[in-house]
C-alpha cells in the first residue's frame, strides 16, 4: 500500500529541482495561510458576522413591535432610524414576494436567513443581498402590511473581511515572487553545469564553462572543468601519440617499395608487396581511428547532404539511398561522415548491395544501413564493437583490416548522444541501425 502511494506521490510531484525547491518554499506559506484563513473564517468572521446580523434582526423586530403598538408617530419613527442607522422604512400594501432572493451560496445569506426565520417565522419574510451594491433589501409581512427595509450592507457583513484576505493574501505572493526569483538565481548554475556535462559527453570541447553559485555548487562545477581537462589531455595525448606512431611507420614502409622494386624475382616481392600494402591499410586505420578523437566543432549540418556527398564519392550504384525528409542536427561534419562511410564501406566490402533508409521520429532520427552479405552472429554483436576485434568466421579472410570500423562508429554515434544497434538484415546480411537526436 505505501509502496503503491510513494510511487504515485512520485509521478505526480516535478522531476526539475527548480519546481521540487518551489514546492519546499512555497507550500508551507500557503498551508500557513490556509490554516490562518480558516481559523479567521470559522472563529471570528462567522461568529462576528451571527452577533451583527443578529443585532440587525432584533433591531428589525423592535421596529416591527413599535409600529404595531403605535402606529401614529411613525413619520418620526422612520425619521430617527435613518438618521441615527442610515435606515430606510416604508410601509405600504404591496403584494408580498413569492420568489426568494436568497443566495444559496453565500455565508451572509445563510446567516441573515437563520436569524429572521427564528424571529419571525417561516413565510414572513423576505430579503435580498444582490440587488442593491451597498443595501440589503428586508420586507417583514404583518397581517395587511408589508414592512420594507432597506439597511446598510455594512451590517450584515464586516467589511474587515475584505482587507484580512487580502493583507493574508498579498504578502504570500510576493514572498512567492520573491522566492522564485532567489530559486531562479540559485538552480541557473545547475542548469549550465548540466548542459556542460551533456556537451562534454557529447565531444563538444567545453572551454566556456565558468562556475558559479553557491559555494556547494562551485565546487562541482570546478571539479568538473578540472575533470574535463584531464580528459581532454588523456584524449589528445592517446591521438597523438597514435597518429604519431602511424605517421613515422609510414617512411620505412615507403623505402621498403623503394627497396622492392629493384629486387628481381617479381614473385617474392609481389608477396612483400601486398604484406606492405596491409600494413599501410592498418596504419590508416590507426589514424582513422586517432582523428576520431580529435576536437572538431559541432554546427548545424545536412543529413541528406552528407549520405548525397557519400553516394557521389563511392559512385557505386549497388549503394541504394531511398527517398526521405532531410534532417538537420546539431554534430561534427567530419565525424558523421566518417561514421556512416564506415559502415556503407563494409556493406560494399562484405555484400553486394547497401540499403539504406532514413526514418524521422519526434526529436530521433533513425538510419538503417543493410546490405545482403554473411552478416554476423547475433552472440557476437557486442564483441564486433571492440576495437582491434576481426571475426574471421563471418567475414571474407581475405579481406585486410584491424577491427576499428565499427569501433570508431560507435563512438562517433555516442559522442553524438545516439546509439547503435545491430541486427539481422531482411537481405539477410547486416542491419546496422544509427539513432541520431536532432
Known sequence: MFSGLNKFIKYILPKRLFYRALII????????????????????????????????VSQLKTIQNAYINNKENLEFFTDSYKNNFNFEIDINNNPFPVASGERKFSPMD????????????????????????????????????????????????PSSVRLFVLWTT????????IALIFLKNQTKPLVRLAKAAERFGKGVYVNDFRPSGASEIR???????????????HLNQRSEMLSGISHDLRTPLTRLKLQLAMVDQKE???????????????????????????QE???????????????KKFKNENLILNNFEN????????????????????????????????????????????????????????????????LDKSRNLNQSGVGLGLAIVEDIVNSHGGNIQLGKSKFNGLQVKISLPF
Open 327 to 390: 534532417v538537420n542536427l546539431k554534430g561534427r561534419l567530419t565525424s558523421l561522415t566518417r561514421c556512416f562511410e564506415n559502415v556503407i564501406q563494409n556493406g560494399l566490402t562484405y555484400g553486394k548491395k547497401v540499403y539504406v533508409k532514413v526514418q524521422k521520429g519526434t526529436n530521433i532520427v533513425a538510419v538503417f544501413i543493410e546490405d545482403d552479405g554473411p552478416g554476423i552472429p547475433e552472440d557476437q554483436f557486442k564483441n564486433v564493437m571492440k576495437p582491434f576485434v576481426r
Open 268 to 294: 617474392i616481392s609481389e608477396k612483400m608487396y601486398k604484406d606492405i600494402d596491409e600494413m599501410e591499410s592498418m596504419l590508416n586505420d590507426y589514424l582513422q581511428f586517432a582523428k576520431t578523437q580529435t
Open 170 to 177: 498579498l504578502p504570500s505572493i510576493i514572498l512567492i515572487l
Open 25 to 56: 518554499v512555497a507550500a508551507p506559506t500557503i498551508i500557513l495561510q490556509l490554516i490562518i484563513t480558516i481559523v479567521f473564517y470559522d472563529s471570528i468572521w462567522i461568529k462576528a458576522n451571527k452577533n451583527i446580523t443578529r443585532s440587525l
Open 297 to 311: 566543432e559541432t554546427t548545424l549540418i545536412s543529413l541528406s547532404d552528407i549520405l548525397n556527398s557519400i553516394k
Open 110 to 157: 445563510r446567516s441573515l436567513r437563520r436569524e429572521l426565520k427564528s424571529s419571525f417565522g417561516n413565510n414572513n419574510y423576505y430579503f435580498n443581498t444582490s440587488k442593491f451594491k451597498n443595501a440589503v433589501e428586508i420586507k417583514i409581512r404583518l397581517e395587511n402590511e408589508v414592512i420594507e427595509f432597506l439597511v446598510p450592507k455594512e451590517m450584515i457583513s
Open 219 to 233: 565546487k562541482a562545477a570546478y571539479e568538473f572543468d578540472r575533470m574535463a581537462k584531464r580528459i581532454n589531455r
